[in-house]
């Protein structure tokens, strides 16, 4: 967390360090170096489940790995 504001900033291993809670997480958003950015949300509630946020982990993986090896997906 940032400040008062309930913006976080770090990777998903800070969480447990910090006893961030992933519960009420409404939505992720990526920025770019570019200034593109990526916003998810989830489709069927308000708070991402712990299913999405499973999925979520593995996009940002692969998005990961694929910005290692340079390639645009």
Do not use: C, T
Not at 24 to 47: A, C, H, S, Y
Request: no cysteine; net charge negative; glycine share 8%.
């Amino acid at each position: 967390m940032e400040g008062n504001d309930r913006h976080w900033r770090g990777s998903p291993l800070d969480m447990a360090g910090n006893a961030i809670d992933p519960y009420g997480i409404r939505e992720v958003v990526i920025e770019f170096d570019n200034d593109d950015e990526d916003i998810l949300r989830p489709k069927q509630r308000d708070e991402f489940g712990a299913y999405e946020l499973q999925q979520l982990a593995a996009y940002l993986d692969s998005l990961a790995h694929s910005i290692r090896k340079g390639k645009k997906n």
